[in-house]
């Protein structure tokens, strides 16, 4: 048996021969194509059987990339590289094996010093490049560079793909042409590039602010530079790319001096990027961003920056954020505009519901901001003032006037910012389920889990789940909730949020509770929880015990705190203590208490 093996890029020169060899009846011939990468992902568990999932499909995805597909590139890649490491392929310098630097360089020799010229400056534009613009980079016609491409084909280095576009056969090839790192002749490409890109009709803006930011050290303009990084983001945040359009203002930031105005609002649009994709360091840049503009005298953009710093409610559950709500009073002594003021007031009112203040003060705060909102005749503001109203005003006893605030919430938010109407959405389904309303809480949630999936943000997907995981308790449906509880935590980690695990326990404790499991849930309290935290929740705490027939024990506890202590709690807190209580006096027969806690719970539907 005799195999031999041709290159596509040969069969033009053994025409003949390969049409005589196929007629015979002993001759099979076999068209082989780059390895799928499902293939690739298969060698990949074969060869290093310790990779989880993920890190099999990142190798497979990494190597296809990079190969494209050439079994003896994957190969030998496959064997040689570390594939616990991070990094995987991403660095061009990593040496490469020796067979596939001389597999490389031998299609690379039969370049000319026009080719070399040609296909580097190619390189550098990137693994796909359209002819017509490398033709005007290099400064050479289109029948230079179609000559170029003709030989790139013929010795396997390049494959045309129609409409005037090229592509190099895999990453490997592009990456020995491209110039060294840091080098002044890579630099001097890249300026090349973007001066010509930005001549093109309706050019990249991600593409074009790369090459300006990389041809700044061979004299590429810096202030074109800003321009197109600006627009990247812009163009990142219609994509939904919020991240990448986070990283483009920082890299237009790094550009600006530090007393350029544009500074402040690049800072805003940054954490404005960063809240929307998961990046808690959104934080800090806002804070820094109210910081600056006050110093500048800049009243308006410090106000734009201190409302962007919320997510939709508070900062975190049952935690003060003291700096946000510094920043908050410190716009509010210099903002006069009712529209602003009614804004900065709403969120003030929504930072401060765990400071201890009483609910009358955190409903007469929300309130004002309501009314300066219906002055001013902004409904945006008023939609802001109303979201963050349903926390700031939240007791147990006023679900028909939320109720009414979040039928007129829905209506202003409806044919605006999904992100708005995702928060009038999310808090009618806690109103209505808290009114018994089930078929509009299932509707709601629906609505919720719809606009999150639209907007990819993270924070929305996360409170979605939160959403369809009391749903899915509320029907009794344990398995699906455990599945959405512990999806929802893993979003609220991957997002930064700072309260992740109060919802998620809460909901846990409940499926726990459901399934008679009250021994776990005691136990994990006491593990997990601070002394403080135990202290609010001992009501919660008796109930249990007292569900498990403990009632001596249930009793002590309740002895321990009393009704004083049920009440003592941040303003959220106290109509579920109430609760609790009313079920313990019950039971321990404490009928001056239940009076009191009927006092506080008034109003309240069966």
């Given at each position: 048996t005799v195999a031999g093996v041709i290159r596509s890029s040969d069969v033009a020169h053994l025409t003949t021969l390969i049409a005589d060899v196929s007629r015979r009846d002993d001759v099979v011939r076999l068209d082989l194509r780059g390895l799928p990468v499902g293939d690739i992902a298969t060698l990949v568990s074969e060869v290093q059987p310790t990779l989880g999932d993920d890190e099999v499909q990142r190798a497979a995805d990494e190597l296809e990339a990079r190969t494209g597909g050439n079994a003896l590139f994957v190969a030998s890649l496959l064997h040689t590289t570390d594939w616990t490491d991070a990094d995987g392929l991403g660095d061009r310098d990593r040496e490469l094996p020796a067979e596939l630097s001389a597999a490389i360089a031998e299609r690379l020799a039969g370049l000319d010093e026009t080719g070399v010229a040609v296909l580097t400056a190619a390189s550098v534009i990137g693994q796909r490049f359209p002819a017509r613009l490398l033709a005007d980079v290099v400064g050479r016609s289109p029948v230079d560079i179609s000559s170029t491409v003709k030989r790139g084909r013929r010795d396997g280095l390049l494959e045309d793909l129609g409409g005037g576009d090229v592509a190099f056969v895999h990453d490997l090839v592009r990456g020995a042409l491209m110039p060294p790192d840091g080098s002044y002749e890579l630099a001097a490409l890249h300026r090349a590039i973007a001066e010509q890109l930005e001549r093109q009709p309706d050019p990249d803006a991600t593409a074009t602010a790369s090459h300006f930011l990389a041809g700044i050290a061979a004299g590429a303009d810096v202030e074109k530079a800003v321009m197109w990084s600006v627009r990247a983001a812009h163009q990142s945040m219609r994509q939904l790319a919020y991240l990448q359009a986070a990283h483009h203002h920082h890299e237009a930031l790094q550009l600006l001096a530090p007393d350029d105005r544009r500074r402040y609002e690049l800072m805003i649009q940054r954490g404005r990027a960063q809240l929307l994709g998961g990046d808690p360091a959104y934080r800090t840049v806002l804070l820094d961003a109210v910081r600056l503009c006050l110093d500048a005298d800049e009243p308006t953009l410090a106000a734009e920056a201190a409302l962007s710093?919320?997510?939709?409610?508070?900062?975190?559950?049952?935690?003060?954020?003291?700096?946000?709500?510094?920043?908050?009073?410190?716009?509010?002594?210099?903002?006069?505009?009712?529209?602003?003021?009614?804004?900065?007031?709403?969120?003030?009112?929504?930072?401060?519901?765990?400071?201890?203040?009483?609910?009358?003060?955190?409903?007469?705060?929300?309130?004002?901001?309501?009314?300066?909102?219906?002055?001013?005749?902004?409904?945006?503001?008023?939609?802001?003032?109303?979201?963050?109203?349903?926390?700031?005003?939240?007791?147990?006893?006023?679900?028909?006037?939320?109720?009414?605030?979040?039928?007129?919430?829905?209506?202003?938010?409806?044919?605006?910012?999904?992100?708005?109407?995702?928060?009038?959405?999310?808090?009618?389904?806690?109103?209505?389920?808290?009114?018994?309303?089930?078929?509009?809480?299932?509707?709601?949630?629906?609505?919720?889990?719809?606009?999150?999936?639209?907007?990819?943000?993270?924070?929305?997907?996360?409170?979605?789940?939160?959403?369809?995981?009391?749903?899915?308790?509320?029907?009794?449906?344990?398995?699906?909730?455990?599945?959405?509880?512990?999806?929802?935590?893993?979003?609220?980690?991957?997002?930064?949020?700072?309260?992740?695990?109060?919802?998620?326990?809460?909901?846990?404790?409940?499926?726990?509770?459901?399934?008679?499991?009250?021994?776990?849930?005691?136990?994990?309290?006491?593990?997990?929880?601070?002394?403080?935290?135990?202290?609010?929740?001992?009501?919660?705490?008796?109930?249990?015990?007292?569900?498990?027939?403990?009632?001596?024990?249930?009793?002590?506890?309740?002895?321990?705190?009393?009704?004083?202590?049920?009440?003592?709690?941040?303003?959220?807190?106290?109509?579920?203590?109430?609760?609790?209580?009313?079920?313990?006096?019950?039971?321990?027969?404490?009928?001056?208490?239940?009076?009191?806690?009927?006092?506080?719970?008034?109003?309240?539907?069966?």
């Amino acid at each position: 048996t005799v195999a031999g093996v041709i290159r596509s890029s040969d069969v033009a020169h053994l025409t003949t021969l390969i049409a005589d060899v196929s007629r015979r009846d002993d001759v099979v011939r076999l068209d082989l194509r780059g390895l799928p990468v499902g293939d690739i992902a298969t060698l990949v568990s074969e060869v290093q059987p310790t990779l989880g999932d993920d890190e099999v499909q990142r190798a497979a995805d990494e190597l296809e990339a990079r190969t494209g597909g050439n079994a003896l590139f994957v190969a030998s890649l496959l064997h040689t590289t570390d594939w616990t490491d991070a990094d995987g392929l991403g660095d061009r310098d990593r040496e490469l094996p020796a067979e596939l630097s001389a597999a490389i360089a031998e299609r690379l020799a039969g370049l000319d010093e026009t080719g070399v010229a040609v296909l580097t400056a190619a390189s550098v534009i990137g693994q796909r490049f359209p002819a017509r613009l490398l033709a005007d980079v290099v400064g050479r016609s289109p029948v230079d560079i179609s000559s170029t491409v003709k030989r790139g084909r013929r010795d396997g280095l390049l494959e045309d793909l129609g409409g005037g576009d090229v592509a190099f056969v895999h990453d490997l090839v592009r990456g020995a042409l491209m110039p060294p790192d840091g080098s002044y002749e890579l630099a001097a490409l890249h300026r090349a590039i973007a001066e010509q890109l930005e001549r093109q009709p309706d050019p990249d803006a991600t593409a074009t602010a790369s090459h300006f930011l990389a041809g700044i050290a061979a004299g590429a303009d810096v202030e074109k530079a800003v321009m197109w990084s600006v627009r990247a983001a812009h163009q990142s945040m219609r994509q939904l790319a919020y991240l990448q359009a986070a990283h483009h203002h920082h890299e237009a930031l790094q550009l600006l001096a530090p007393d350029d105005r544009r500074r402040y609002e690049l800072m805003i649009q940054r954490g404005r990027a960063q809240l929307l994709g998961g990046d808690p360091a959104y934080r800090t840049v806002l804070l820094d961003a109210v910081r600056l503009c006050l110093d500048a005298d800049e009243p308006t953009l410090a106000a734009e920056a201190a409302l962007s710093n919320n997510r939709g409610l508070y900062s975190a559950a049952g935690e003060v954020d003291h700096e946000r709500i510094a920043a908050l009073e410190r716009v509010l002594e210099t903002e006069q505009d009712p529209s602003t003021r009614s804004q900065l007031t709403a969120t003030l009112a929504v930072e401060s519901v765990f400071t201890g203040a009483s609910l009358d003060h955190l409903a007469d705060l929300s309130q004002e901001a309501v009314d300066l909102a219906r002055r001013s005749g902004d409904d945006v503001a008023l939609a802001h003032a109303l979201t963050l109203r349903q926390d700031a005003n939240y007791r147990i006893d006023n679900i028909a006037e939320r109720l009414v605030e979040t039928d007129e919430l829905l209506e202003l938010t409806a044919n605006g910012d999904p992100r708005a109407f995702f928060w009038a959405v999310a808090h009618r389904a806690t109103t209505a389920g808290e009114a018994g309303r089930w078929r509009e809480v299932e509707r709601m949630i629906g609505e919720a889990d719809a606009i999150a999936s639209a907007t990819r943000a993270p924070v929305l997907e996360w409170y979605a789940a939160v959403l369809r995981g009391a749903w899915a308790i509320q029907q009794g449906d344990l398995g699906e909730a455990q599945h959405v509880i512990d999806r929802g935590y893993e979003l609220g980690l991957e997002t930064g949020q700072p309260d992740a695990l109060i919802p998620t326990s809460g909901q846990q404790c409940e499926v726990l509770r459901r399934r008679g499991r009250y021994e776990t849930i005691l136990a994990l309290a006491d593990e997990n929880l601070s002394e403080d935290l135990l202290r609010r929740s001992a009501p919660m705490r008796a109930v249990l015990l007292l569900e498990q027939g403990r009632n001596d024990e249930a009793h002590q506890l309740w002895e321990s705190v009393g009704l004083g202590g049920a009440l003592d709690v941040p303003a959220a807190q106290v109509g579920h203590n109430l609760l609790h209580a009313r079920r313990l006096c019950e039971a321990f027969g404490d009928g001056d208490a239940i009076d009191v806690i009927e006092g506080h719970l008034a109003g309240v539907p069966p």
